[in-house]
């Protein structure tokens, strides 16, 4: 199994980015999994050529590889490739960066609804990082990110055979599984993960850890929220991201969709697949 998530590359995040268990990797090997400190962020680029390379390692090995996770800019780096031309100005990132502690996310989101209301549709004011980016996307090109999406091109990854399934559920079916698995990760150490973190990269400001349930739980740890509003909103942001996922992957082709319903199980999905797989 290879992980295409834009959190569980990285170490020290078992438990809030839902990593596959030491059992699940003693299964079956598994890739791109905990293998990057959260010091190191990565690219959608940078991700999608660790991907192509493993995934031909793998089959040189005789073996298919499964591609699993919900990050659809990296989905879509290794389905369309990265646009070309696409750029990166620092300068007016840091300034956007600025923009955003001081003005707040709804700030830069009116600023991109302005310039590319489809992208805006899918970016939630709270993702510092892809609003951001948007934003020096299109000042750095005089084009909005959309455009250049639109025009993307395979870079690389061509003859990676690809086999697509989308997985949905139901939108109660989808809070009730969100709700008990934010549960179950408070639970198994969360917040003591996070207070590892902090320990170990002395408050250190880490990209990775300006994502949902993260912030909330340094939130809390600064008594800037209780513990119920802290569970409450982590599954409220959760709730929300998971809508823009089914969103965004609903545009995407895929050559099978499956809705779970509440009690599926994972072998007749499997069943399902490898059927379709093959015929």
């Known amino acids: 199994m290879i992980g295409l998530d834009s959190r569980q590359i990285y170490s020290g995040m078992e438990i809030g980015t839902a990593q596959p268990t030491k059992k699940e990797q003693d299964a079956i090997p598994h890739h791109l999994i905990g293998v990057r400190s959260p010091e190191e962020p990565i690219t959608s680029g940078e991700y999608a050529k660790l991907i192509t390379a493993t995934v031909r ?35 007016v990132r840091e300034q956007l960066e600025k923009e ?44 909005p990110p959309s455009i250049h999406f639109k025009k993307q091109k395979r870079s690389g990854e061509k003859g990676l055979d690809k086999f697509t399934v989308f997985l949905t559920c139901f939108i109660d079916e989808l809070e009730k599984r969100i709700r008990q698995r934010t549960k179950i990760m408070l639970s198994n150490g969360w917040i003591e993960e996070v207070q590892n973190l902090q320990l170990k990269f002395q408050n250190k400001l880490l ?18 929220l209780s513990y119920e509003k802290m569970v409450e909103d982590i599954n409220l942001r959760t709730r929300q991201y998971a809508k823009r996922q089914l969103q965004w992957f609903s545009k995407e082709s895929s050559d099978m969709k499956i809705e779970l319903s509440g009690d599926f199980k994972k072998s007749d999905i499997a069943a399902r697949v490898i059927r379709s797989w093959q015929g």
């Open 207 to 224: 990209h990775p850890l300006d994502s949902i349930g993260y912030r909330q739980i340094i939130a809390y740890l600064n008594n800037k």
């Open 100 to 143: 955003y502690d001081e003005e707040g996310g709804s700030v830069l989101l009116g600023k991109l609804q302005s310039v590319d209301p489809d992208y805006a549709k899918i970016v939630h004011p709270n993702n510092r990082r892809r609003l951001v980016r948007a934003l020096e996307i299109y000042k750095a090109t005089g084009k």
């Open 57 to 91: 390692d793998v089959r040189k090995r005789g073996k298919e590889p499964i591609i699993c996770g919900g990050s659809g800019l990296y989905y879509r780096a290794i389905t369309k490739g990265i646009f070309k031309g696409s750029v990166s100005n620092l300068k």
